[in-house]
T-cell receptor, first 115, second 112 residues
Framework: DVKVTQSSRYLVKRTGEKVFLECVQD?????MFWYRQDPGLGLRLIYFSYDVKMKEKGDIPEGYSVSREKKERFSLILESASTSQTSMYLC??????????????FGSGTRLTVV | KNQVEQSPQSLIILEGKNCTLQ??????????LRWYKQDTGRGPVSLTI?????NTKSNGRYTATLDADTKQSSLHITASQLSDSASYIC???????????FGAGTRLAVHP
């Protein structure tokens, strides 16, 4: 069974802290994605990566950065956490990008609260 | 602007009843349309994926339809169960740009 694993289900951090959200997939997928999900809004793309050491900005990259040193791992970094970044964060991976007919596989999500 | 609109925002039904969720989109060019189920506090799980040429696809008690001419899709749930309580998200893939456009979801509650 394919898996996308996010390291934490729940996180509580203080304003100004540097926060790392980790995502690991075991499907040998080239493509990995970070989204945030807020009530009443659809998932919004923060960053994505099509290859190791490659990254592209999504729709809302401000305040975030990413790292992909290995194919299976894609990290989201909040350089200086703010209360506006309190949200559910979802990682996903796919073999052929967004147009693939095989779909994405999502992780279980990390609910981050910044106080 | 490419958008995906879902209705209703929320729905309550009794166990055993059927229901239909709606999705309208303005995404162009279109590549495919997906329905996901998301349990509270969990990540979305794929139910169906349909391309332009497909107008219906089933996954157990879930049946999705697609009318690419009117840019509408529906998800029909038959003989609902308590475990169907979740959010259902419609997602359209924007062809050529490798981008997914997400609806805000319909929150379904199935009561005994």
């Amino acid at each position: 069974d394919v898996k996308v694993t996010q390291s934490s289900r729940y996180l509580v951090k203080r304003t100004g802290e540097k926060v790392f959200l980790e995502c690991v997939q075991d499907m040998d997928h080239e493509n990995m994605f970070w989204y945030r999900q807020d009530p009443g809004l659809g998932l919004r793309l923060i960053y994505f990566s099509y290859d190791v050491k490659m990254k592209e900005k999504g729709d809302i990259p401000e305040g975030y950065s990413v790292s992909r040193e290995k194919k299976e791992r894609f990290s989201l970094i909040l350089e200086s956490a703010s209360t506006s970044q309190t949200s559910m964060y979802l990682c996903a991976s796919s073999s052929d990008g967004a147009s693939a007919n095989y779909g994405y596989t999502f992780g279980s999500g990390t609910r981050l609260t910044v106080v | 602007k490419n958008q995906v609109e879902q209705s209703p925002q929320s729905l309550i039904i009794l166990e055993g009843k059927n229901c239909t969720l709606q999705c309208n989109y303005t995404v162009s060019p279109f590549s495919n349309l997906r329905w996901y189920k998301q349990d509270t506090g969990r990540g979305p799980v794929s139910l169906t994926i349909m391309t332009f040429s497909e107008n219906t696809k089933s996954n157990g008690r879930y049946t999705a339809t697609l009318d690419a001419d009117t840019k509408q899709s529906s998800l029909h749930i038959t003989a609902s169960q308590l475990s169907d309580s979740a959010s259902y998200i419609c997602v359209v893939s924007e062809g050529g740009y490798n981008k997914l456009i997400f609806g805000a979801g319909t929150r379904l509650a199935v009561h005994p």
